[in-house]
């Protein structure tokens, strides 16, 4: 195995050749307990950037093995780790330098979610960070000395601020740690309390913008209505109403049929969209750490246009003008009630149990037929059967819930 030293000699032969004579520096080099991979090279500057790889050994990080002594644990460690790189990298590297993607140091440390990812990955034997790294070049020549710069000088600061236990905020990771775990313990316990979904007291439910997953800044703080509310027993303190707890209140919200009503601009989608999202345990701090769905909810909408690709529609959709059988159904452009009929469809055969279903994206004409629109039409005349008139039956017989916001029907 070739050293570090050896590298920055490769990389100050390599100046002003062309960009393939990058491909040389593939292969392991060693560092004070740690080794740098890189495997693979980008064949050009504007090219996707190269594969590398830090392996640091396990000892010498020093990290407990209490925070990793579990499947949820190690999970939540290692996504505060790739969250730890990326805000190194921030700190550290110089940026764009070269032309196409020459300079950048990019690792997948995902968003508000807590995601099981490969970017960092730990084992009792070593932790492992996975990264992207755009060689330098201008036009496409070699840029040796900034090269060296980043493999020789940047890397190694970044992987030392972020994969040893001595150099990270160890009170914050290992809150992150247990915050993980907390909520996996709720979701864990959800099904045994016959409950679909957890919304803690305190929760911040709003985003900043449509397009942003931050908290709104001076949000209302969730409060549960009486006639919902339980407690979980979780496995680590947490703050509650400014003390510290070892057990989280909040609405419960029980399996079967839930709907959410209210006036506009009053929180229905904002709630709804929260049960969304909270399929996956969320960072400290989000708002929505203590709100917890069940894995197995399904957000289900219109989508006008999709191609639906032989699904049994009989459920809600009877025959079709022409003829067109709805038991073995195809289609390259679906209106939006048959695509609402075939993404309910779908979710069941995944294994869904629990539907979200929000009326400003469904199609009204499957979601409800009211009496004046029944008088107007007769049954025989109308294939659609409203999935009103199936909700109940979905979970009497087949143990399906639905959560279902309606401001208008």
Known sequence: MRTLDELRRLLSRLDGRGYKAYEEIEGAYEGPGWVLYVDHVQGDPFA???KMR???DGRRAGFPADLYSTAVRRLALEDFLARRVRQSIEAVSRGHRGSGKSGLIWVDAGGQEVLERTAVRVRPEWIECRFQLGLPAAGR???GRQAEEMLCREVPEIMRRSLFWSEIPQSECRRFVECVENQEAIRAQLRERRLVAFVADGAILPRRSGVSELPLERAIPFRSPESLRVTFAVPNPVSQGGRVHDTLTGMGIPEGVTLIVGGGYHGKSTLLRALERCV????????REYVITRADAVTIRAEDGRRIERVDLTPFIGELPYGQRTDDFSTENASGSTSQAANILEALEAGSRL???DEDT?????MVRDARMQALVAKALEPITPFVDRVRELYEQFGVSTILVMGGS
Do not use: K, Q
Not at 362 to 366: D, R
């Open 48 to 50: 996707p950037p190269s």
């Open 54 to 56: 830090v392996r640091v």
């Open 141 to 143: 020549t070699v840029l």
């Open 280 to 287: 996956y345990p969320h960072v400290p701090g989000d708002g």
């Open 355 to 357: 539907l979200l279903i």
């Open 362 to 366: 469904s199609a009204t004409n499957f």
